[in-house]
């Protein structure tokens, strides 16, 4: 299992044992971590599981690719670090990732 560590708007922590292969947008779900909407279930064609990619860990994380770069357009509040948590990839390269939620999904 890899841990993840999603920050709600609110500041409450949710940390999260993470099966490898799944996302990160599918593993808030589960764990009912408010603000992830995901009205799309994960197919990348809405920007409403919006996150904020931790700096320390953005490189490794890796950019979005261009699809997930058009949602984006649709997002609230989009930063350097924005990314659609449906196209983060949990592995075990990512144990100890951290993602904030932001303010409100578009």
Aim: net charge negative; aromatic share 4%; glycine share 6%.
């Amino acid at each position: 299992m890899t841990k993840l560590t999603i920050v709600a708007h609110d500041g409450v922590k949710f940390d999260i044992d993470a099966e490898n292969g799944s996302t990160v947008m599918e593993n808030a779900i589960r764990n009912a971590v408010p603000g992830i909407d995901a009205e799309c279930g994960g197919a990348c064609a809405c920007a409403t599981c919006h996150v904020y990619v931790d700096e320390a860990w953005t490189e490794k994380v890796g950019s979005p690719d261009v699809m997930e770069e058009d949602m984006l357009d649709f997002a609230y509040d989009v930063r350097p670090t924005s990314r659609l948590s449906c196209q983060i990839k949990v592995s075990s390269d990512l144990d100890g990732l951290v993602v904030q939620v932001p303010e409100r999904q578009a």
